[in-house]
């Protein structure tokens, strides 16, 4: 396993894996975006990230990287905005309070290299950190977060596969291909229970899928940067899983029953699930009429069913 080494750029501080040139990392630092030879991936601007991929040579040879670059000022504009908007106005202590709270943030980037290497750690899969680098304090925080591309992606996330492959293979494969996944998935949820932080941003459009080989799936976990350091609550991990309604109706109550049973397995707790079923659905039910109604589209509202 390679070594991190400290890293000084620019008046940014991190880390680099042993083989990245540092000359490499001043030049990715130097390029400010929209950079012809980066593709957009995502932006999150009430978080103040923004994500590409590009190819680069940065000291292993040419190689596939995502790069999330953080800028803590673009939480604290939009925030503002809010603030006098028709919503904040209506509730005049959120945004500041929200405001107030950022002033806590910790380096983001350094989170993800720090949350990587410990799920590593315990058997879980993640993307490899390859470099962070992060400035300012304890205001408008910048960085970068860059990570190698995982080989052998199925699809853009675990829903995203899902869909693609009902349409591909006959519905008993698609059924036991799913139980599978969903297998492995409850086995890592099991383990993230274990460990001493919380991933809030933990669903299944945050989880991808790997091919390993004929009819040899892996599942790898993205996006640590938003890790709290905190016991992890099981009820908000689990719920947050299938929080997006279009994502949600991928998974029949059987699958969610299964689900749920693999997971309460490995400690002894099987026979809970049927509890645990009559919390959850409360939680996700009122969820999803907060989304509809965001969304304005009452018609739409779902309904979980285990």
Request: with cysteine; proline share 6%.
């Amino acid at each position: 396993m390679q070594r991190y080494l400290d890293v000084s750029i620019d008046g940014c501080q991190g880390q680099r894996l042993g083989l990245v040139s540092e000359e490499k990392l001043a030049q990715v630092l130097k390029k400010k975006p929209p950079v012809k030879e980066w593709d957009f991936v995502r932006r999150v601007s009430s978080r103040g990230t923004w994500t590409y991929h590009f190819q680069d040579d940065l000291g292993e040879g040419q190689q596939d990287y995502f790069i999330k670059i953080f800028d803590q000022a673009d939480v604290f504009r939009k925030a503002r905005e809010k603030m006098f908007s028709a919503k904040g106005l209506a509730k005049p202590w959120r945004y500041p309070k929200q405001m107030l709270r950022h002033l806590f943030d910790p380096a983001f980037p350094r989170v993800g290299l720090e949350k990587a290497l410990e799920l590593q750690k315990h058997g879980i899969n993640t993307a490899e950190v390859v470099a962070y680098l992060s400035r300012g304090w304890p205001v408008f925080r910048a960085g970068i977060l860059i990570t190698r591309q995982i080989p052998g992606l199925a699809s853009a996330n675990f829903a995203e596969y899902l869909i693609s492959r009902k349409s591909q293979i006959a519905p008993e494969g698609f059924i036991r291909e799913k139980r599978m996944l969903m297998e492995e998935l409850a086995a890592i949820i099991n383990r993230l229970m274990g460990l001493n932080f919380f991933l809030p941003d933990l669903r299944v459009s945050n989880v991808m899928v790997q091919k390993t080989g004929p009819g040899e799936l892996k599942l790898w976990l993205i996006d640590l940067v938003e890790a709290e350091d905190k016991k992890p609550g099981e009820m908000k991990m689990l719920w947050h899983l299938i929080a997006n309604p279009a994502y949600a109706r991928l998974f029949t109550g059987s699958d969610k029953i299964r689900f749920l049973k693999s997971y309460l397995q490995p400690s002894g707790r099987e026979s809970e699930w049927p509890q645990l079923c009559a919390k959850l659905t409360p939680i996700l039910n009122n969820w999803w009429r907060q989304w509809h109604k965001r969304n304005k589209n009452p018609a739409r509202e779902s309904r979980v069913k285990f």
